[in-house]
């Protein structure tokens, strides 16, 4: 049974010799596997990334890598790397250890044993994590489920082992604009979950800013979910119906009782709920817009400078 582990890497020369080595002892240490194939994905690094990796290539042919020819992402990076995967069993994982390879057995044992498809790692809790950070993810969480049909488990991660079968269904997924945590739960199949304590990153730094995350959250949202627009048509219902109260009240006020309605406080507020709610709206269709133009532009996930032979 061939394994292929697929890692995604940007500006991570701190960890990968670290990270080599605790794969190999885990991969040694359990015979379940009869080959292994392990494949970094390099996403337009600027450090000595893609080096390290090479040398690693050298002493070890079963190391492979893809290199971009600029920073595509990491959803660029998954895609590219499950493309490339060729094992009956495929493990998704960062390059940071934060993803603890010890329980890769564990996983493989699940899908052998038990019969599933996918075994996805779980953080138990985020400990370590700033407060804003776990806070912004706690609300993701919650929106996307509440908006979507997909369900997509509170604090899951990319680390997964997969079956072959489940792979190539989401490969079938070509999708420029790629929330993989979605397209996971979305094609369904016999699924199931471990959970792992919170792991601090022992070298280098996050890429992963507030900013990226944010954006990474409107993209799955977008991606998984047309509640937005559902929520933009529901604004400008109310808007419609109340700015139709008011006028009826202004009427009556006025046939009736003879009153002088004061305009201009009226019309500001009018104005100022109006252009927000209009704004509001244009801004959630551009989004649903914008991504519809990329797709239609049909440009490659990533463009490949070099790969191993």
Known sequence: MLLSIVVPCFNEEDTLMHLYS??????????????????????????????????????????????????????????????????????????DLQHPPKIMHEMAYKIIEDGYDSVG??????????????????????IINAM?????????TDYRMMTRQFVDSVLMLSEINRFTKGIFSWVGYKCTEIEYENVDRELGTSKWSIKSLFKYSIEGIVAFSTTPLMISSF???????????????????????????????TIICSIFLLGGIQLLTIGILGQYISRTYLEVKNRPIYIEKEKSE
Do not use: H, Q, W
């Not at 979507?148 to 899951?156: C, L, P, Q, V």
């Open 121 to 142: 790692a779980i953080r138990k809790d985020r400990r370590g994590e700033a407060i804003c950070r776990s806070f912004f993810s706690t609300c993701f969480y919650r």
């Open 22 to 95: 605790v794969l190999r002892k885990e991969i040694d240490a359990n015979n379940i596997f009869d080959e292994y194939e392990l494949i970094f994905i390099d996403d337009g690094s600027r450090d000595s990334t893609l080096s390290i990796i090479k040398a690693l290539r050298t002493k070890d042919k079963n190391v492979r890598f893809i290199s971009f020819s600029r920073n595509f992402g990491k959803e660029a990076g998954i895609y590219a790397g499950l493309r490339a995967s060729k094992g009956d069993l495929v493990v998704l994982m960062d390059a």
């Open 235 to 265: 604004l400008g219902i109310i808007s419609f119906l109340v700015a139709f109260l008011i006028l009826l009240i202004f009427v009556f006020k006025t046939l009736i009782f003879g009153e002088v309605v004061e305009g201009f406080p």
């Open 148 to 156: 979507s049909d997909t369900e997509i488990k509170k604090n899951a």
